[in-house]
């Protein structure tokens, strides 16, 4: 098996590159790519942990590989909602930069 | 007579549901009045009749069969409320709470005949009056922390309103001014009794049981609540330097609210300190022992020399209200037997005179238009009648002897002398200056010649629903005056047992 | 009889209920003034049955019918009554001119027709506390009354209110003798710690009075007599006297000559049990008594103010008798002699009579002529026979010419004074003072009468006598001021009779005869210097105010024209008593209001501008921008993780 170590480091890695997109990307739509990126590093995570999970215990829990699939489905659902918010930004503001809509401020 | 109906939560309940009604009339809110007067003197009635069967000596065979009286408490009773942390419905009346319990209803009573001509949201105004008649007479009964800090608060919501909808040209500073001074205090209130409640660790709220714990507490963690309880209710007293919300609040609320906040308000922060803060925690209160007197005579003093400069009858008023309200915490800082019982009898001479004084302003306010006394003079020879009300109601708040205050200032000035000798030189100056403040005030804008400033052609005298409470006050006034024994032999056994804790007083 | 005593004072106070509860329809016979007459009268007859059995011999002193007042701790407050011979002579002069002048009223307050009824009512009630005071058993109880004359000598002063210079009169009346009356309470308070009861009874036992240490009981005696000061218009708090000359005249003769200003002399001579326990005050007293007599003199010698020459005349006779209580005590205390306790009451006794007499013969000529200023007065005495007569009867007996009250009064007070400076030679100067003060009062009283009734009118007016109602009383109270000396020969004799009130502080009990006393009065040279220099005011008066053409003017300048300015000042007290109310007093009251307004509210405020402010400051982080708020969040994420997972364990919590 392919240690552990390599899996975490994996998905600490995508995390990371999806926060970096998250925290520096000004376009809405590259930053909701990364922020599905995020939660794909979470998913590896849990898919990683409920494989190791059932062989060292010589048991078949697929719980964590089924919780992905919900999980990859709420992302889809949230996409979905995520671009029609955006679109309904770029129809009022004309933009879809996030420094640029900032009108909930003070 | 009255042993099995539960008399206290009657009274508390009877305004309540007046105030209820008194919302629901809808269109016809001229009715409102007459709910509330009826709905208030059903409770003073009640109230009456509960002073008439109140046991006054405690050593009296029957004592002994009255439910609660172990702790001098009569009328006592107590159903579970919230039974997971410990809160219950308790109440129960004392020689304490009984002058304070009747004033409430008399005095509410009374200004609510006084706003007979209030035209102005009269649904709300008679409502939100009752609704603080009913938190006013839950603080003086409650004998359980969390009831007794949920009547506190219901306290401030009326008041607030009243100064906001009714008040004068700067109602909303005062309103604010007003609530967010008393609700800070309230807070440091709150962590007292949470203090308490986890230190006494009993899983109750009930004022009796923690006490039974709380003279135990160490006496660093005693000084502390104490310390907080102080500024809690030293705030609604009000003492120097916490007091100027006081003149603020006065000014602008409107006459009735002004007898209310002056008659009842100012007193919850004596009795909290009598019925909570010096009993329960007797190590703190005597650490505190020159705290209080050093505030209660700079109250005293500084009230009294600021009365001098005011130029507002009703500004002037609720000046020396902080001057006597001073005379109550001097008392209660000697922590002797004489001096709080001089205290709590100066809170009930308090709330009687200063109602008087108030009810006074409003006449001259709403006769004349105008309170400044510049503006006033010779009122005499038009309002004869208002004169000498309120010259009786001046001299009776100067300490004049046969009338309510003196006896409550001569013991307090007593007790101080036993205490702290000759630094009762400190205090009586404020007799004098007292006397003069309202001498001459009453010299500028009664006497002489009348004044050019205002019209005062179509000046009347007092009206019906105006002389009459001030009457009425005036005469209880003078009936105490010369009778102080019928209140003094009440609150002294409660005052007794209030001060078990300091060996004997 | 005694035990009904406490009646006495209820039918005044029923009157004044009557007279100010009673609707205006049902009141009237001339607005309740035949109730006040019945009310003074009832109270008079009352007061007559009590003094007849304390001349018979006996007295209720603490064993009388109690009331009580309040109960606290272990302290009981009674009230009761207190009847000896101290109180038979104050009963004696509240009667007689309390009733003489609410007669005279009927006639004086005619005119006043809206007014009439609270006059009455004001009237009865200082009567009826007047009552009250005299027949106190127990300081408190005294003390309670003390401030209710107070507050009806406020009421009446200011009777005309819408006169500005009444209504502060009155004001200032209250004030200053409220400056007393915190003094009367600080020594009462003082004689409650030590003895634990305020009864004269408790007090004035040998217990009561052993229970107080020594200093304490200095301090309280001159406290209690600080009352005195106040009340009785003693040197430096008796500039409210002649300012409540403002009242009525009846007033002026009831309240402020006869009654409530010796109610201090009285409480003096009450507290005498305490005082002989110390000198120290005793010699304050007299000291205070004779500096007060010769100021107040001094001051009548210039006035123009028909009432306030009477006024100041009262403070300096009050003067004396403070003085003769002073050195009374000191007499009890090293001679065992009754006298200047004596002396005392019995001037004051006398002065009560004669003065109210000067006073209303005043009210009767100010009605007559509708000023008070002597200045425009003058001739009346052809137009107003009965007054200026009975007025002359007055001025005589003041002045100390036998066999008028006065004289008699007088020598026995100077004499007294004289004999207690064989103890302390202080009070030698004292009796310098005193002379000084008899040769000043015949002069100025006389100045007053000349003025008033000699020579020609110096201004328009139409005089004529008074009614009946008016007359009668002032012929009744002549009479008296001529014969009341002579009860010091009635019986044992008037020294022996008010000796009796103090009998268990001294041995002596002197029971003179007659012609013991008139002998050892006329054997005596003394006597004669102040008949001599009486004699002589008399004369310098009729020299520069009867005979025409003297000239006046020449006082007028250099040092006496100094002189003149201060006395027509009035010793510059009471600018200073001004000056310190409004420049001291409210001047700091307005620095206290600005602290107030914008140190005290200013921190609250700026605690509110503070939040207001803060939170001003504080939403500008609030960028609006998603992805800083993100960076924060990382941020404080890795910054917690490090917490917990280094910072915490490194620390070892």
């Known amino acids: 098996m392919i240690p552990i170590e390599y899996w975490l480091v994996f998905s600490s890695l995508l995390f990371c590159i999806g926060a970096y997109g998250v925290l520096t990307r000004k376009n809405a739509i590259v930053v909701l790519m990364c922020i599905e990126i995020m939660l794909n590093s979470a998913n590896i995570n849990l898919v990683m942990f409920s494989s190791y999970h059932s062989v060292l215990h010589g048991t078949v829990d697929p719980s964590g590989q089924v919780f992905t699939l919900f999980s990859i489905a709420i992302a889809a659902a949230e996409v979905a909602v995520g671009l029609a918010i955006l679109l309904s930004v770029y129809r009022r503001y004309q933009t879809i930069e996030v420094d640029k809509i900032n009108i909930l401020r003070w | 007579m009255m042993e099995n109906i539960p008399v206290l939560s009657l009274t508390i309940l009877l305004p309540l549901i007046g105030a209820l009604i008194s919302f629901l009339l809808g269109k016809r809110g001229h009715m409102a009045k007459w709910v509330a007067l009826i709905f208030s003197a059903a409770a003073f009635i009640l109230s009456l009749a509960l002073a008439y069967e109140f046991v006054v000596d405690p050593s009296s065979a029957a004592a002994g069969e009255i439910e609660g009286y172990s702790n001098g408490y009569q009328y006592y009773e107590s159903h579970v409320w919230i039974e997971a942390i410990g809160i219950n419905y308790i109440v129960g009346i004392d020689g304490i709470s009984l002058p304070m319990f009747v004033l409430t209803t008399l005095l509410c009573m009374l200004s609510i005949i006084f706003s007979w001509d209030t035209d102005r949201r009269p649904k709300e105004y008679f409502g939100l009056m009752l609704i603080l008649e009913v938190g006013v007479l839950g603080v003086f009964v409650s004998l359980d922390y969390f009831m007794f800090y949920v009547f506190w608060e219901i306290v401030l919501i009326p008041m607030y309103l009243m100064i906001g909808i009714w008040g004068g040209p700067r109602k909303d500073y005062a309103a604010i001014k007003f609530f967010i001074y008393t609700h800070v205090a309230s807070l440091a209130m709150l962590i007292a009794i949470m203090a308490m409640y986890f230190e006494a660790s009993l899983g109750t709220f009930s004022m009796e049981a923690i006490a039974t714990q709380s003279v135990d507490f160490s006496r660093g963690m005693q000084v502390a609540i104490f310390a907080a309880m102080f500024f809690g209710f030293g705030v609604k007293l009000p003492m120097v330097p916490f007091h100027t919300w006081l003149p603020d609040a006065h000014v602008e609320a409107p006459t009735a609210g002004s007898v209310l906040l002056a008659g009842l308000l100012l007193k919850m922060g004596g009795y909290g300190l009598i019925r909570v803060a010096i009993p329960s925690l007797p190590s703190g209160a005597e650490d505190m022992v020159v705290v209080m007197a050093v505030i209660a005579v700079a109250s005293i003093l500084y009230g009294a020399v600021l009365c001098l400069a005011q130029n507002d009858l009703k500004k002037m008023v609720a000046y020396s209200s902080i001057s006597h309200m001073g005379f109550v915490l001097l008392g209660y800082a000697t922590l002797g037997e004489l001096g709080v019982v001089a205290g709590v009898f100066q809170m009930f001479a308090h709330g009687l005179v200063t109602a008087v004084l108030f009810m006074m302003c409003g006449v001259v306010q709403h006769k004349c238009g105008t309170r400044l006394i510049d503006n006033l003079g010779g009122l005499a020879k038009k309002m004869p009648i208002a004169a000498a009300l309120m010259t009786i109601g001046f001299l009776a708040s100067l300490g004049l002897p046969g009338l309510v205050s003196f006896a409550a200032e001569f013991m307090v000035f007593a007790a101080v002398f036993f205490k702290w000798g000759l630094w009762i030189f400190l205090p009586i100056i404020a007799v004098v200056v007292t006397a003069a403040y309202y001498l001459w005030a009453l010299q500028r804008s009664m006497f002489g010649p009348m004044t050019e400033k205002i019209d005062l052609s179509h000046v009347k005298d007092v009206d019906w629903y105006e002389g009459l409470p001030v009457a009425i006050l005036i005469v209880l006034i003078a009936i105490f005056g010369v009778f102080p024994y019928l209140i003094f032999s009440r609150i002294g056994p409660a005052v007794e047992i209030a001060l078990r804790a300091f060996g004997g007083g | 009889m005694l035990e009904y005593a406490w009646l006495i004072p209820v039918f005044p106070f029923v009157a004044f209920l009557l ?635």
């Open chain 3, 19 to 653: 007279i100010s509860l009673l609707p205006k329809r049902t009141l009237s016979w001339e607005d309740g003034a035949g109730y006040a007459i019945g009310g003074a009268a009832g109270a008079l007859i009352l007061s007559a049955l009590v003094i007849g059995d304390v001349l018979a011999g006996n007295t209720m002193v603490g064993d009388g019918p109690k009331f009580t007042w309040l109960v606290v701790a272990d302290i009981e407050v009674t009230f009761g009554i207190w009847i000896d011979q101290l109180t038979a002579i104050m009963l004696v002069v509240v009667a007689i001119v309390g009733t003489l002048v609410v007669i005279y009223s009927g006639g004086y307050m005619h005119e006043e027709a809206e007014r009439r009824r609270r006059y009455y009512a004001e009237i009865m009630l200082f009567i009826s506390v007047m009552y009250g005071l005299v027949i106190s058993d127990n300081y408190l109880q005294m003390f309670i009354f003390w401030e209710l004359v107070g507050l009806c000598s406020y009421l009446l002063i200011g009777f005309w209110y819408e006169k500005p210079s009444a209504a502060s009169a009155a004001k200032r009346a209250f004030i200053v003798t409220r400056v007393g009356d915190i003094m009367f309470m600080a020594g009462i308070i003082i004689l409650f710690k030590y003895v634990g009861s305020l009864d004269f009874a408790n007090l004035f036992g040998d217990e009561g009075v052993a229970a107080v240490p020594n200093d304490m009981m200095i301090l309280a005696t001159a406290l209690i007599f600080g009352g005195a000061i106040g009340k009785s218009a003693q040197f430096p708090l008796h500039e409210w006297l002649p300012d409540a000359m403002e009242g009525p005249t009846t007033v002026s003769a009831l309240i402020h000559a006869a009654t409530m200003v010796k109610a201090g002399v009285y409480l003096t001579a009450r507290s005498y049990p305490l005082l002989v326990q110390a000198p120290d005050t005793l010699l304050f007293v007299a000291v205070i008594g004779g500096v007060t007599a010769l100021i107040a003199a001094t001051v009548a010698l210039v006035a123009t103010d028909i009432k306030r020459v009477l006024a100041y005349s009262t403070i300096s006779q009050l003067g004396y008798m403070t003085l003769a209580l002073g050195a009374g005590g000191y007499l009890v205390v090293y001679a065992d002699s009754a006298g200047g306790y004596s002396a005392a009451l019995f001037h004051l006794m006398n002065h009560a009579f004669f003065k109210a007499l000067l006073f209303l013969c005043a009210g009767s000529v100010i009605h007559a002529v509708g000023t008070n200023d002597m200045r425009m007065m003058g001739g009346l005495g052809k137009k107003m026979k009965i007054t200026s007569l009975t007025m002359l009867v007055g001025a005589i007996a003041i002045s100390g010419v036998p066999p008028f009250s006065g004289f008699w009064s007088k020598d026995e007070v100077l004499a007294a004074v004289y004999s207690a400076g064989e103890f302390n030679s202080l009070f030698l100067l004292l009796w310098i003072m005193g002379i000084a003060t008899a040769f000043m009062t015949a002069f100025y009283m006389f100045r007053m009468w000349f003025m008033t009734f000699a020579g020609e009118p110096r201004s328009d007016y139409h005089a004529h006598e008074s009614p009946k109602l008016m007359t009668v009383p002032l012929m009744i109270l002549a009479a008296l001021a001529m014969t009341s000396g002579f009860v010091l020969f009635i019986g044992d004799g008037f020294g022996a009779f008010s000796g009796d009130s103090i009998s268990e502080l001294f041995h002596g009990g002197h029971h003179e005869s007659a012609a013991d006393i008139l002998s050892h009065i006329f054997g005596d040279p003394l006597t004669y210097v102040s008949l001599v220099l009486a004699v002589m005011g008399i004369l310098l008066a009729y020299r520069m105010y009867y005979v025409p053409g003297f000239d006046r003017s020449v006082f007028a300048r250099g040092l006496s024209g100094r002189l003149q300015k201060a006395l027509e000042n009035r010793w510059y007290i009471s600018r200073f008593y001004d000056d310190f109310a409004v420049k001291v007093v409210y001047g700091f009251s307005l620095v206290a209001d600005a602290f107030d307004r914008y140190v005290i509210d200013g921190i609250v405020n700026g605690f509110a501008f503070l939040g207001a402010r803060s939170g001003n400051v504080i939403r500008r982080t609030q960028t609006g921008n998603v992805q800083r708020y993100t960076s924060l969040i990382v941020v404080g994420l890795c910054l917690l993780l490090i917490f917990m997972l280094y910072i915490v364990p490194w620390g070892g919590w």
